[in-house]
Structures are given as structure tokens and as C-alpha cells.
């Protein structure tokens, strides 16, 4: 979920910036020059996907996916990501530039650290431990994200906004399982068809 | 995929430096996002749509994209009026309505829908390739500007596999419903997505080493600020002044 532009105040908007200025430092040197059309164009294919709508129930939610994107790139997924949500941003009026580094954050943050701890179980022998491992990836990160939004809302505009800031987190319940179906669906088609790519 | 419609145009908006175009974008967000005097705030919002409404855009267009962007805000509206503390205005039986919390939602409303107003007027009236172009000249690191170009340049290709894709799982019947079948044909496509990409981009990169990619574009047109660019500038310089003088 994007924060509009006029809710955050400048020291959460200063944060969120200066943190993923070092967010973005450390995916950039880890990404050479000759992996950048494979992030770049990883990149467009998540900001495709995420015209994707998927059906929940009578509603519908379009797919988000960072937990992948974080587990297939690392580090990296921290400019994939920003790359993303600045075309949003551009194209579509969604989010802005006051708002990019905070939004960026809550988005890449928590899909580099799950993406980056559960990496290493993705090649275990253990299928079911595998796929639980690419579940929480996948809703993990969709989970964190949330409870991030949350945060920031309660921080800019008070205690008031706890039922509010809960309703947020409980929105994002019924992605997350999705989320994760899809997450363990995809990497394990990956593995199937091109298991170099993880 | 509706994008970059409002890039085609000859208004003198449309003729600005987009290495401008983005700095006034940058200043203008950042000083009605701190800004607190409602008064101010709605000067904003009304230079905003003076600028829409003389780039002559489509409004029924700035409208739709509006009513996107404003679910987010919709959503404070639920909560801000009744749970912020202080004064009631009204009360509807057991729900008070406070002073503070609609004064602070509508102040969010303004702010957001002028910075977003202005965005999209900034922005929008510029192809993406010459904001991109524009970024390398005002210091932005060069793999941030490469990720950009390849990304924005591929997302067309993408989707149009996307689209492709779709076409073939609709023509052998496939109809998303909430079940497992459906979250897994979509992971496929998105694997199928990914893959293809993954090689594209493999492709890419030897097709470019082939050709002496040297990390490095060599940009041939160069901007150059006109005599109405230094104008804009100027008067982008004295409302930012009027908003500081008047906080």
C-alpha cells in the first residue's frame, strides 16, 4: 500500500529517505554492470505483474510480489523496487516523490531481509520445509510491509489513528496468503524450467 | 496500458526543460508536504489546477487519475474525523465528530491532491525517455538512469507478452475465480514472464557487449535552458519565496 503525499511529516519522511539513500548504495554496488539488464528488466516484469489482478473472494487485488523479487535478487531488488515505484509514480500519479523513499523502504526492506535470510533453504531437500520457506517469503514480506504502513501511520498522525492503522494490517491479511501461494508457485516453477535463475 | 498519453502536446508547459520540469516538481512537493497553514496549502492546490487547466490537459482524464490516487485518502476520512481528540463539531448519536481530525484530513486531502496535481502536469507532459535523459543531468547516479531506461524501455515488451500470454490461457478457457487452480495458472504465467525475460535480458546483454557497451550512453541532443525556461524559473523561485514568507 503506497502513503499519499501531505501524511507523513518531515522526520518520517527524512528517514524513510535516508534509508533507503543506504538501501539503494548497497544494492547498486552489488550490482555490476553486467547484471544490470537482468535486474532492469526483472524489474519491468514486476511492475507488469503488478498490473495483474488476481480474485479474492467477491473483490480483487493486484499481485505485489516483492518477496520474490527479493529472493530472486537480494540486495538488488532494493533498486528494482525504487526503479518501480518511481514509474508508478510517474506514469500514474500513484505515490510522489516526498513519499518515494519512505514507500520504497517499507516495500524493498522487508523482501531483502526475508529474501536474503530464506535464500539459503531454497535449495534443501526437504520439500515441504522448502515450500514452507518460500510461503513465508512471500507473505512475509507482504506482512512486514503492512505492519511498516501501520507504524507510520500511528508515528504522523497519533494514537488516534491506531483502529486505523490496524485495519491496515488486517487488509493486507487475505494478499498475504495469496501472496504466498503465488510466491511458492512461481519459484517452483522456476526451479522446473530454469533452475539457474535462483 | 494507459501511459505518457498527456506527453503529446504543444502548450507552453509542454515546452519546459524537463531538467526543470523535475526540479520544480521536487521543490514544489516538498514545501506543500511540510507545510501546514491550510491557506497556504490551498494556494498550492489552485496553482496546480491553474497549470492543468492552461497546459490545456485532459480533465475528465485528471479526474480519473485522480479518483485512483485518492483511495489512500478516502481511507483517513474513515478514521480521522471520529477517533482524533478535542473539540466536537457534531455528534450523530454514540460517533462525535471532531474539530481537529477533519481540519487535519482536509489538510491532507489538499496537500496530496496538489502534489499529485502538479506531478502529473510536470511529468506527465514529458516522454519518459527525456525525464530519464533529464535525471543524468541532474546527478543521478548513472545505474540508477540505466535501470531506468531498461526497465521503462522493456515494460512495453513485457506487457505486450503479458497480454499474449492472457490471450492463449482465455482462449483455451481459462476464468480467474477464488481457487487454487486460478492462483496457480497466474504463477505460471508470471514464471513464464519472468523466464523469457531472464533470457531477453541475456540476449541483451551480449547483443550490447557485441556492440562496445562501454557502462556508458553517450547522449548526442543536450538541453539547453531558453530565455522562457529562465522565466519559468523565475517565477518558480518567487512562489516558492511567497509560500516560505507567508509559513
Given amino acids: 500500500m503506497h502513503i499519499s503525499e501531505g501524511v507523513l511529516s518531515a522526520p518520517e519522511l527524512g528517514v524513510g529517505a535516508l534509508l533507503t539513500v543506504v538501501g539503494l548504495g548497497i544494492g547498486l554496488r552489488r550490482m555490476d554492470y553486467e547484471r544490470l539488464p537482468e535486474v532492469a528488466i526483472l524489474s519491468s516484469v514486476f511492475f507488469v505483474a503488478s498490473l495483474i489482478h488476481v480474485p479474492i473472494g467477491p473483490s480483487a487485488a493486484h499481485l505485489v510480489l516483492t518477496g520474490l523479487c527479493g529472493t530472486l535478487l537480494g540486495w538488488m531488488a532494493f533498486p528494482a523496487i525504487f526503479v518501480g515505484l518511481s514509474l508508478q509514480a510517474i506514469l500514474f500519479g500513484f505515490g510522489g516523490v516526498t513519499t518515494l523513499g519512505i514507500n520504497t523502504f517499507n516495500m524493498a526492506f522487508p523482501a531483502v531481509i526475508l529474501g536474503m535470510l530464506l535464500r539459503h533453504f531454497l535449495n534443501s531437500s526437504n520439500y515441504k520445509f522448502r515450500i514452507a520457506v518460500e510461503f513465508v517469503a512471500g507473505s512475509g514480506s507482504i506482512l512486514i510491509s503492512g505492519l511498516l504502513v501501520a507504524l507510520c501511520l500511528v508515528i504522523a498522525l497519533g494514537q488516534s489513528m491506531r483502529a486505523a492503522a490496524q485495519v491496515v494490517v488486517l487488509a493486507h491479511v487475505p494478499v498475504m496468503i495469496i501472496e504466498g501461494l503465488i510466491t511458492v508457485f512461481v519459484i517452483e516453477f522456476i526451479r522446473k524450467v530454469r533452475p539457474e535463475m535462483l | ?247
Avoid at chain 2, 502536446?9 to 515546452?15: D, M
Avoid at chain 2, 531538467?19 to 491550510?38: E, G, P
Avoid at chain 2, 506487457?159 to 483455451?172: G, H, P, S
Avoid at chain 2, 556492440?211 to 535552458?225: A, D, P, S, T, V
Fill in chain 2, 1 to 247: 496500458m494507459e501511459m505518457e498519453e498527456l506527453a503529446v502536446g504543444k502548450s507552453w508547459v509542454h515546452g519546459i526543460d524537463p531538467r526543470l520540469k523535475i526540479v520544480i516538481m521536487l521543490v514544489f512537493s516538498i514545501l506543500v508536504a511540510l507545510n501546514n497553514n491550510i491557506h497556504v496549502v490551498t494556494a498550492s492546490l489552485l496553482l496546480s489546477i491553474l497549470l492543468i487547466v492552461t497546459a490545456r490537459l485532459d480533465v475528465r482524464f485528471m479526474l480519473r487519475r485522480l479518483g485512483m490516487v485518492n483511495g489512500f485518502i478516502l481511507f483517513l476520512w474513515f478514521f480521522m474525523p471520529f477517533t482524533a481528540s478535542g473539540e466536537n463539531i457534531y455528534s450523530l448519536g454514540p460517533i462525535d465528530i471532531k474539530r481537529e481530525g477533519v481540519h487535519q484530513a482536509l489538510l491532507i486531502t489538499i496537500k496530496s491532491n496538489a502534489i499529485v496535481m502538479m506531478g502529473i502536469t510536470m511529468l506527465g507532459t514529458s516522454s519518459v525517455f527525456s525525464l530519464i535523459h533529464a535525471m543524468s543531468h541532474l546527478y543521478v547516479p548513472d545505474k540508477i538512469v540505466h535501470l531506468f531506461f531498461f526497465c521503462f524501455r522493456y515494460i512495453h515488451v513485457i506487457n505486450d507478452e503479458y497480454q499474449r500470454l492472457k490471450n492463449a490461457m482465455r482462449m483455451r478457457g481459462f476464468r480467474p475465480r477464488t481457487n487454487m487452480h486460478t492462483y496457480k495458472s497466474y504463477s505460471y504465467l508470471v514464471g513464464m514472464l519472468l523466464i523469457r525475460s531472464f533470457d531477453r535480458s541475456r540476449r541483451i546483454l551480449q547483443a550490447m557487449k557485441c556492440r562496445g557497451f562501454r557502462n556508458k550512453f553517450y547522449i548526442l541532443h543536450h538541453y539547453e535552458m531558453k530565455k522562457f525556461d529562465y522565466a519559468v524559473a523565475f517565477s518558480s523561485v518567487a512562489f516558492a519565496v511567497f509560500i516560505l514568507v507567508l509559513n
